[in-house]
């Protein structure tokens, strides 16, 4: 077994993990992080950072270590990278060091004025820093600079200057043509915030012992402590179990009181276990949550009738789609901005009767302005309400597109104060079904309610939406196939809003 960053911080997240990863159980470890990450393209974001990085060093010699194979994948790392090293470029980038059977790879050694090497760490991170008042790293990002660190002064010994910085983004830079890396990357000296060596150990002596014994043995002595079940028993935990209760994982000792009772599912709960759920201040939404679930679906009908009679016409059903990238794409934006590059809009007029518009960025784009102004024009004077699904991120976006065209502001601040959340009907319970399971996504809600559901659609799901938009705008997409993407995108986007629109109809009529 070799003990990579990766797996050391596995095993510091969820010690189950690691063992599925040791274990070599590939099927349970990459439907565990098909979960987690889905389609994310990890390394291709952290590369572009890295490459706005090694702009730095223009003028330098660089020395990049590639490693192509997976035949004795470490051991040749390792030596390829010693041979490198013994070149003395005056940045090395992408190392792999073997020490026993501790690995590691990092993103550049930089030469200093001593003729010695300081890592340097890249992030695609905007903010490193753990919450409260001390300036201290996160714990995730400290145990991986301090494990590199620790192989490092191992490996190159008086060769390592004992200095390690850490790259990463600038919230505050605002991209106005060529990006300009010097002032996109910050730089951070966090030595003297590392680790200790003795918290770097102690997890490797235990990964070391423990990561082969059977899964009972295992399982005995790193038990299931509440927090992440997927991770733990390698599946998504069964519907209609205590772990689909609502932000549960924020009261682990209720949730592990019940569990280790017997007591999983929601509906064999008797009055003692929900007693369990309590809170200091009366029901608890956890008891609120099992009640209404023994009981069925449940329709507040007074609650939600005040709500919607509020609700002044025309009613204009909005959803945007956004990308969002470290590396900004777009002019006049930040690191990891989520800019509007789509939207599907229904106005529904009183008597019921409704019109559609929609948007979506060209290819190639360099800016928003276009679709920003086709929805300013679709939603004309904007007297009415605008309704959207989670209220807090088509708000944010648009008080971002009232900063990026100051000249819509007024619009952009007359539509957030007219804002209805018609998802807060299901996550305040006032609309509630057992076969939401917990949750009040709009794609767990709309084949409970409607008859339709997003099978069958070439683009399924938000996440795969983002992809295909900025490959739109970078040109990742093939000429004779753009019409086709465009076109499927429009259809999920237009799928999003026109959900609201049933949704609120069966409300409605359910509350008269």
């Not at 063992?19 to 952290?46: C, P």
């Not at 090293?85 to 030469?111: H, R």
């Not at 009908?301 to 016409?313: C, K, N, P, T, V």
Request: one cysteine or more; hydrophobic letters at 40%.
């Amino acid at each position: 077994m070799f003990i990579t960053k990766s797996l050391f911080k596995e095993f510091l997240a969820n010690q189950k993990l690691a063992f599925w990863h040791v274990q070599r159980d590939k099927s349970t470890y990459k439907a565990i992080n098909e979960q987690l990450y889905g389609g994310m393209n990890g390394a291709e974001i952290g590369q572009s950072v890295e490459d706005a990085v090694m702009k730095l060093w223009e003028g330098k010699t660089v020395r990049e270590v590639k490693m192509d194979g997976f035949y004795d994948f470490h051991r040749t790392y390792d030596r390829l990278s010693k041979e490198a090293l013994a070149e003395s470029p005056d940045v090395l980038y992408q190392c792999g060091f073997l020490i026993g059977d501790l690995f590691i790879k990092t993103d550049f050694l930089v030469k200093n004025e001593e003729g010695k090497y300081d890592i340097v760490e890249v992030k695609s991170v905007c903010n490193p820093y753990a919450a409260g008042d001390a300036v201290e790293l996160t714990a995730d990002l400290n145990y991986d600079v301090s494990f590199q660190a620790y192989v490092v002064k191992r490996v190159l010994g008086e060769r390592f200057s004992g200095k390690t910085y850490l790259y990463f983004l600038n919230r505050e830079y605002v991209k106005h043509g060529e990006i300009v890396p010097s002032e996109i990357i910050k730089t951070l000296d966090v030595s003297g915030m590392l680790f200790p060596d003795s918290e770097i150990t102690k997890p490797i002596d235990a990964m070391r012992r423990d990561l082969y014994l059977r899964e009972e043995a295992f399982d005995e002595k790193y038990p299931f402590d509440g927090r992440d079940y997927l991770c733990h028993f390698g599946r998504v935990p069964e519907k209609g179990t205590i772990f689909h209760i609502p932000r549960i994982g924020q009261s682990r000792a209720k949730l592990l009181q019940l569990f280790e009772a017997g007591k999983i599912r929601i509906k064999d709960l008797d009055e003692d276990d929900i007693a369990v759920l309590w809170n200091d201040e009366g029901e608890s939404s956890y008891q609120k949550y099992v009640r209404l679930y023994q009981r069925g679906e449940t329709v507040d009908s007074e609650a939600i009738s005040g709500i919607l009679d509020e609700l002044e016409f025309p009613l204009y059903f909005y959803d945007y789609e956004t990308v969002a990238s470290p590396m900004p794409i777009f002019e006049g934006t930040h690191p990891w901005q989520s800019v509007v590059v789509q939207y599907s809009l229904h106005v529904m007029r009183a008597d019921g009767s409704t019109s559609h518009f929609a948007a979506i960025v060209e290819p190639g784009a360099s800016d928003n302005r276009r679709v920003v102004e086709s929805f300013v024009r679709d939603i004309g004077e904007a007297d009415g309400t605008f309704v959207v699904w989670n209220k807090a991120f088509e708000c944010t976006r648009n008080n971002e597109t009232a900063e990026l065209y100051p000249e819509f502001r007024e619009i952009f601040e007359k539509v957030n104060s007219q804002t209805f959340d018609l998802m807060e009907i299901f996550r305040n319970l006032h609309y509630f079904h057992p076969d939401f399971h917990g949750s009040a996504s709009i794609k767990k809600v709309l084949p409970v309610l409607t008859k339709m559901s997003y099978d069958g659609l070439e683009v399924g799901n938000g996440g795969e939406a983002t992809e295909l938009l900025k490959k739109l705008v970078v040109g990742g997409i093939a000429d004779d196939e753009v019409g086709k993407v465009v076109g499927d995108l429009l259809e999920y986007c237009k799928q999003d809003s026109w959900a609201m629109v049933e949704i609120w109809g069966v409300v409605r009529g359910r509350v008269g």
